[in-house]
Every structure is written in structure tokens, then in C-alpha cells.
């Protein structure tokens, strides 16, 4: 039986007009009887299906008791029923008719904000009439666009095929589980639209005249029917929160929404821009042939990265002014520190002139108490970004298993002791775990004094290794500042092999200065136990070690019985990007290599990487046991680390990001005489703030750009003898839009600046 077939037997009229229109899991037709439109769809039979039909019926028709034209109005067939099960090519379908709408689709027009509160308006006086109708279908019903069951969408993840899209969405499903989910069960309940997007409301001028399909109706929190008209009006646009504040004015109107309910709303909506990119990508990869599953796709990514740069405590505030209801007063920065200072000694140092009290963070950007959102272009710890959604997944899990010492057997130690030393050169395959990058400085003189039977350390100038007594021995950074202990006996310091200020330039700088340190050296030859260094020297300025360097003062220390340390913790995991590791960039291997910070991600772990030789010669003395070093939830975390590094391509996200932030800074230099030099690789970089025309450092200068960055809401800090480096170091998922934002903001100031 055909349609017209279907039409004339079932409801007793010709239709010489059939067109068919798009649908998403059903068929749907515009029917043309005389003068007369309808819309006319049919479903594959299911008798849950059927249920649900029936409900949404009965829904219109409760509506349609007071309905002026707004919904649409079932049509019975001639048996008087409103759903028939008939055969149509064959196949079993359930057929319905409905009332057709006029109207203009809000997707169709320009709308201005008018329009928008129209919809919050229209939305909340429908619900008004839903407000008691109940029906035990729609209680029942648990499916995933209804969004207190946000967390059915999860297993579409794996369907995401772009792995920094899919940790986007993976990090709001935890953030849903931590600030919406706990207050579900208090939320007051009704029959909800639940799909009021732009293609199912109906405009007839400025003002909202009807909403169709009916079909995600669901018994759930009243505040989602407004989240999710809030999200629709808002996720094409630049400035998505100023359109949501427009719907949710016109639905409080109507329906006073409560505080508890107005504090989910940030959340919501990312959740249900979640929900759409879920199940489009899903749909994508079972039915690629249906363009209509990923209509609002790219709208909803747009928009998901615009959410994440919004702080949610301004989201709420806005929402909350919005609505007329007072914003919380929290306590002043100047309390704030007055109560750290209380308990907490002033050697604890914050950053900056105006300190900040911040209240969560994500990927690049941090968000303040205060409701702003700081670009993160310095916090190198959470190496691939704040709040990592699959970093944050492995320590909740493995949290909740089981979480022990390293006395006890469990295959995450074996296993990602293998998966990190695959990271490095095949001599280096033994790693002792720690919980810190200082832990590890210790433990690794301690081993190299094992081993050689030696007791002299030398140390490069400006270094540091950690806060324990030895890494502040072997620190000149700490030993030598103005309330430092001063440089021990055992230590031997040479000099940095910097070729912008320092004694040697040029090409040929690196072997000039390893000349040098073979004068020093030779002056305690047969004395030494380890030469320690990093790749770039951070606390000095950001400063790479002297190309062929390292090639030469590594034999020099071998040959007289030392062992070579690399100090990795800032400079290693891809941070580089042309290179894993830091002495990779020097071309040299080294005996040992101490590793922490980003390892983590910002979980407390470090390790000490060395060669089986070097480790026999420890295991001949006392035993090694560290309380937390090795733990299965710092395995959990550790593995994920190195997992997202790969999967999401960070290391070449170092390198390309990397060289065009470099590459701008350059050409910020010769705009801007008072940059002397910018240096480093990757995502490790220094600028050297300079007076015009001179190699001498301008600390005032470098104070003012960090600060002002600071009033611009962009991160960085500033290093070297006379912290007068800006050093940008951000978490890998830094991207190019987001080294622009510093070079601007670097620009206007370093133009502004009047000395």
C-alpha cells in the first residue's frame, strides 16, 4: 500500500500533493487535502515506540485545550483513533497525522534579541499548561537527549574522531557529574519539550507563534526545557551569552526559575551542545548517508569552545542578574591572603603585584573567583592541560581500586615503568619512582655517589634541581641568591654557556666554553661524581645550553670517572617539539635523567631514569623505598599522561604551535627594541627584556609587561638573575589563536610603556 493509498483508506481524503520532508529517525510528509495542510509521518513499529506516540498525543491534545494555533493538533483517523499500525512497502509502520503550522522557522531569519526573549516567553507559558499533566510513558522514559541522563551519551565518545574534541566533551561529562548531577533528585519535575531549537519554533513577525515536534517530550528538571532553547539561540553566535540571557529572561517572566536551578544553567547547556556532537558523531559513522543527524555539528563545536573560555562563575553571575537575583559576595583577594597568612608562612610567595584567587581551571585557561578567565601561557605542571578529563578519569579510578606501595605486586608499576622507558634510549631502561622532580634530584646524587665512590658535584650557574638540602646544594639558583646557604665544598660550578650575554657568541661558542670547564674540571680531576645540567636552563633565563656543549663536557666527566645528569622536569615530554627530551637536542645521552612536574600533569610524581650499571652499584647498599613513589595511582596517572601525548599529538602540537609563537616574537623584536633576545623551543620559551640597543637587563620593564599581561588576563612570569626574562611555558594544548592573544597583548603594552 502507497501513501496516497494509506491516506485515502485511513483518514477518507485525496491528497494530489505529497512532499517529503527531513526527519531524523522518521519519515515525515507535507500533505496537501483542498486547501488544507498537514503533516503527515510514519515510524518502524515498536511497541515502545508506540507508547511513546501515544503520550506525545495525548500531550498535544491537552494543549490543544486552550491551543490558539501554537502546537500542533493530532488528527483522528475515520476509526477515531490517532495512531494506526499499517503496512507501507511492505514494512510495518505506525502512521499519525498532525495539524500543519504557519509560520516562519527562527532558523530561516535574522533574529534580533526581542525574538529571543520571545522564546523564553513562549517556552515558559507552555509549560505553564504542562505544569500538571502527567503521564507515567514519559516518567518512564530514559533515553540520551534527555539531559538528567547526560551520561548514556558516553559510549558515543570513542565515536569522536578528533582526540582534543573528544577530551572537550569528556571534561563537561565530569564536570556534570561533579555540579549537576548531585542536585537532580531536589530539582522540581515536569512534562518538557525538550528539543526547543531553531527548526521547531515558528515565528510570525517578532514574535514566537508556535513549536512543533513533539517527539523528545520527557518528564525531567524544568530548567532543562529553558537550557536547552538557551543553547539553540546561542550556538551560532559570537557572543553566545549575552543571546541566553535573552531566552532566560523572557522563560523567568513566565515561569520563575529558583537559585539552585539558575546555578546548573552553565552546565546544562554544555551538556546538551555535548549531547548534539555525541550523537551526530555516532550517527556519522552508522548512517554517513543522512545529512540531516549533523545539521547543528559544527554550530555546537563553535560554540563548545567559546563555553570553555567562559568562567562559570560568570556564566552565574550574568544568569543571576539576569533573572534579578543578587550575586554572592565572595571575600576580597586582600582577606583571602590575610587568612593564607594566618597559618602559612610569608615565604610562601604569589605571583604577581595584584595577587589572584582562582577557583578552577581547564585545559589553557584558568578561571578566578572574580569570574574572569586567564589564558594560561605559563603554568608548565599541567603539561597537557589543566583538568585533563582522561588524567583526572585514571586517578578517580584507580583512587576507588586500589591505591599502595610499591611492597606489594601490581601490574600498573611494571607496566608503566615499560611504557616510559620506550621513551628513551635503550642504555637508559632502569627508573626508580619518586613523588617529586626535588625527590628525584636527591635520590639521583645519592645514586651517582653510590656508583663512583666520589663525592664532588658539578653544577651549571643558575640551575635549579628541587627544595630538598641536596637539590639546594646543587641549586645555584637557591645556594647563591642573596639569603642563599652559599656554595658547599663538594660542589664545582661552571660558568652557563649562554651565547646572548654571556663571554662566548657565535657558532663556535659552545667549544669555548667547554674549554673552560675543562680548565675547572681539571682541578678536581678523579673527584667527580656527576656533572648535573638542564637542557635549557630555566631559572637562568630560559637559556639553551651552547650548541655542542653537552658533546663535549660529557666525555670530559666520563673519562675522569663521573656520570652525566640531564634534569628533565621542565624540558621533557614533548615540551620541545622536535624532541621528546631536552638532551636529545644537544645530541648526547646521558647516565642519568631526572624527570617530575608535567609527568603528573600536576599529580605529585618524579623519577630517576639510569642504566642497569649505575642501578647495580645502588642496589649493593641500603634499601630504596619511597611511601608514595611508584603508587598504582600515580602509575594510572603517569600512563594517561603519556597516552594523551600521543593520542592528541602534543609533541607536534609543541613544534608547529611552537615555532609560530617563536616566529611572531621574533618579528615583535625587531618592532620593539627592548626585546633583546627570544630563545628556546617548542613551547619553551624566554624573552629577554632589555634597555634599547644593549644587552643589560630592564627588570622594571619585565615587571610591567608581566603584570600588565596579568590586567589583560593572559598568564606569564618572568625569570633569570635579574628576573628580567618573560618565560612562557603553557600546557601543550596551547594553540596559534591563543600565541597571538599574548603577541597582541605583548605588542600594545611594550607601545604603551613610557618608563
Known amino acids: ?129 504542562l505544569e500538571k499533566f502527567d503521564d507515567y510513558v514519559l516518567k518512564a522514559r530514559t533515553w540520551e537527549w534527555d539531559l538528567q541522563h547526560f551520561h548514556l551519551n558516553k559510549k558515543f565518545l570513542p565515536f569522536i574522531e578528533n582526540r582534543r574534541n573528544r577530551s572537550l566533551v569528556h571534561y563537561f561529562f565530569q564536570q556534570y557529574e561533579i555540579h549537576v548531577a548531585p542536585f537532580l533528585p531536589v530539582l522540581r519535575k515536569q512534562v518538557i519539550h525538550n528539543d526547543a531549537n531553531e527548526w521547531n ?99 555546537a563545536w563553535a560554540m563548545l569552545y567559546r563555553w570553555i573560555k567562559l568562567n562559570p562563575v560568570m556564566v552565574n553571575q550574568e544568569f543571576r542578574s539576569t533573572v534579578g537575583f543578587k550575586n554572592q559576595k565572595k571575600g576580597t583577594t586582600d582577606d583571602l591572603l590575610k587568612r593564607r597568612q594566618k597559618h602559612l608562612s610569608s615565604i610562601l610567595s604569589v605571583s604577581y603585584m595584584k595577587p589572584i584567587p582562582m577557583s578552577g581551571s581547564a585545559f589553557q585557561y584558568m578561571y578566578d573567583q572574580e569570574g574572569n578567565t586567564f589564558l594560561d601561557a605559563y603554568n608548565n605542571i599541567p603539561h597537557v592541560g589543566h583538568c585533563h578529563p582522561k588524567v583526572v578519569a585514571a586517578a578517580q579510578k584507580q583512587m576507588s581500586v586500589l591505591n599502595t606501595n610499591t611492597r606489594y605486586l601490581y601490574d600498573l608499576l611494571p607496566e608503566y615503568a615499560e611504557k616510559l622507558l620506550s621513551k628513551f634510549p635503550k642504555s637508559l631502561n632502569k627508573v626508580f619512582f619518586v613523588n617529586s622532580g626535588s625527590a628525584a634530584s636527591d635520590l639521583a646524587i645519592r645514586m651517582a655517589k653510590a ?23 646543587i641549586s645555584d639558583y637557591k645556594f647563591n641568591s642573596a639569603k642563599g646557604q652559599g ?106 635523567v631526572i624527570l617530575g612536574k608535567p609527568m603528573g600533569n600536576g599529580h605529585p610524581i618524579g623519577a630517576v631514569v639510569t642504566t642497569d650499571e649505575i ?17 598504582p595511582v600515580s602509575c594510572a596517572v603517569g600512563l594517561s599522561v603519556l597516552e594523551v601525548i600521543a593520542e592528541e599529538g602534543l609533541q607536534q602540537n609543541a613544534k608547529a604551535v611552537g615555532d609560530y609563537y617563536k616566529e611572531m616574537l621574533t618579528a615583535l623584536q625587531k618592532k620593539h627594541k627592548t626585546i633583546g633576545d627570544v630563545r628556546g623551543s617548542g613551547l619553551f620559551l624566554g624573552i629577554d627584556i632589555v634597555h634599547a640597543g644593549t644587552t643589560n637587563t630592564h627588570h622594571k620593564l619585565a615587571q610591567y609587561l608581566k603584570n600588565g599581561l596579568r590586567q589583560r588576563h593572559i598568564l606569564i612570569s618572568t625569570d633569570g638573575p635579574d628576573d628580567s626574562v618573560l618565560k612562557t611555558k603553557p600546557p601543550l594544548c596551547f594553540t596559534k589563536t591563543d600565541a597571538e592573544q599574548v603577541v597582541e597583548a605583548l605588542d600594545k603594552l611594550l607601545s604603551e610603556y613610557t618608563g
Not at 656508583?451 to 627544595?467: A, L, S
Open 615 to 631: 642501578a647495580a652499584s645502588f642496589e649493593k647498599g641500603v634499601e630504596f623505598f619511597s611511601s608514595f613513589g611508584g603508587n
Open 1 to 129: 500500500m502507497g501513501l496516497k493509498e494509506v491516506l485515502q483508506g485511513e483518514y477518507g481524503f485525496q491528497a494530489p500533493e505529497i512532499k517529503k520532508l527531513v526527519g531524523y529517525a522518521n519519515a515525515n510528509y507535507l500533505v496537501v487535502n483542498n486547501t488544507n495542510r498537514f503533516i503527515f509521518k510514519t515510524y518502524q513499529y515498536t511497541k515502545p515506540l508506540w507508547d511513546i506516540l501515544t503520550a506525545e498525543n495525548t500531550v498535544l491534545l491537552h494543549l490543544a485545550k486552550t491551543n490558539t494555533g501554537d502546537y500542533p493538533v493530532p488528527i483522528p483517523l475515520l476509526d477515531s483513533n490517532y495512531l494506526k499500525v499499517v503496512v507501507i512497502d511492505g514494512k510495518k509502520n505506525i502512521i499519525r497525522l498532525l495539524s500543519f503550522l504557519e509560520g516562519t522557522f527562527v532558523g530561516d531569519v535574522t533574529i534580533a534579541k526581542t525574538i529571543a526573549k520571545s522564546i523564553g516567553t513562549f517556552l515558559g507559558k507552555m509549560d505553564i499548561q
Open 201 to 299: 519554533l515558528l515565528l510570525k513577525g517578532a514574535r514566537v507563534s508556535g513549536i512543533i515536534d513533539f517527539g523528545d517530550l520527557t518528564y525531567a528538571p524544568l530548567v532543562n526545557e529553558v537550557a536547552i532553547a538557551m543553547t539553540y539561540i546561542a550556538y551560532d553566535k559570537d557572543n553566545p551569552l549575552v543571546w541566553a540571557c535573552s531566552v532566560l529572561q523572557g522563560y523567568h517572566d513566565s515561569v520563575p526559575l529558583k537559585e539552585d536551578e539558575i546555578a546548573l544553567l552553565y552546565y546544562l547547556i554544555a551538556a546538551r551542545l555535548c549531547t548534539s556532537v555525541c550523537n551526530a558523531a555516532y550517527a556519522k559513522r552508522m548512517h554517513p548517508e543522512n545529512s540531516y543527524v549533523a545539521v547543528s555539528e559544527e554550530n
Open 451 to 473: 656508583h663512583t665512590k666520589k663525592e664532588k658535584i658539578c653544577v651549571v650557574e643558575h640551575g635549579y634541581h628541587g627544595n630538598t638540602q641536596i637539590s639546594i646544594d
Open 487 to 592: 656554595q658547599k665544598d663538594y660542589i664545582i660550578k661552571t660558568k652557563l654557556p649562554d651565547t646572548f650575554r654571556g663571554a662566548y657568541t657565535g657558532s663556535g661558542a659552545g667549544a669555548h666554553y667547554a674549554d673552560d670547564f675543562k680548565s675547572l674540571i681539571a682541578k678536581n680531576t678523579e673527584q667527580i661524581a656527576a656533572f648535573i645540567a638542564e637542557p635549557i636552563v630555566g631559572c637562568g633565563g630560559q637559556i639553551p645550553l651552547a650548541p655542542d656543549y653537552l658533546k663535549k663536557v660529557y666525555p670530559m666527566i666520563r673519562e675522569q670517572g663521573g656520570i652525566c645528569i640531564s634534569d628533565e622536569v621542565q624540558t621533557g615530554f614533548g615540551r620541545l617539539g622536535d624532541h621528546f627530551w631536552g638532551f636529545e637536542m644537544h645530541g648526547v645521552i646521558p647516565d642519568m
